[in-house]
């Protein structure tokens, strides 16, 4: 699989030494609907001319690069002869689409990122005891990463669950991409302030508000209320 960056290289293969005179010549190659050009790299007095071509934003080819009939393009200007100074033979039959050369440069879907389980007193709060993290990946996805530092660092994803360690994420802290079998990215899905705890809380104080009677301390009372201090 190719995207966005990648180099494609295409030889056009002589029965004899060719050169070149006049200029470069150029080599259609068909990617979908859409043909383009290699640009000519080298080859000059061997029998093998060598072209590259660099996948573009937007380039497709889902069933593979092909290269169409007469795909030798010399130009007004420029001659391709062999040793003798005879015009080289350039027309050539078209070139099946190959698979080993599927162009993708579409990014993939973002992910969706949210708690597994919001804990507690709220359903909503974002304050949970379970630092689970669901991630739901789109059909594309071949690999993904998460972040819980705004993306300075990145940690490997398995499955579609990560669990972040207890602590107060601030919005946008926890980062997930995903990036398909060609290697493109998604737009990255950012999780909402988050603050996972853990602790246990300090145990409450429970006393009489009032020990009446004889004694303040036997607590033997006419009073029922009771204090609680949290």
């Known amino acids: 699989l190719l995207n966005e960056g990648d180099t494609v290289t295409a030889k056009v293969t002589f029965s004899e030494a060719v050169t070149l005179d006049g200029g470069s010549p150029a080599l259609k190659l068909q990617l979908g609907a859409t043909e383009v050009q290699a640009i000519y790299e080298s080859g000059v007095g061997t029998n093998e001319l060598v072209f590259e071509y660099v996948i573009q934003a937007g380039d ?125 990215t998604s737009t990255a899905a950012y999780a909402s302030a988050l603050t996972v705890d853990t602790a246990s809380p300090v145990a409450p104080t429970v006393s009489l508000t009032l020990d009446s009677g004889v004694s303040d301390t036997d607590g033997i009372t006419n009073n029922g209320e009771m204090q609680v201090t949290l």
């Open 60 to 184: 497709t080819a889902d069933q593979g690069i092909a290269i169409p009939a007469n795909a030798l393009i010399l130009g007004q200007d420029v001659k391709l002869v062999d040793q003798a100074g005879i015009d080289a033979v350039t027309t050539s039959d078209a070139v099946a689409a190959n698979s080993g050369f599927v162009v993708d440069t579409t990014a993939p879907m973002a992910p969706v990122l949210g708690l597994a389980l919001d804990a507690g007193v709220s359903d909503t709060d974002g304050i949970t005891n379970n630092g689970e993290m669901q991630v739901t990946l789109p059909t594309d996805a071949a690999q993904w990463r998460y972040s819980l530092d705004a993306g300075d660092t990145w940690s490997s994803g398995s499955g579609t669950v990560f669990t972040v360690p207890p602590e107060i994420y601030d919005a946008n802290d926890i980062v997930v991409e995903i990036a398909d079998a060609a290697g493109n």
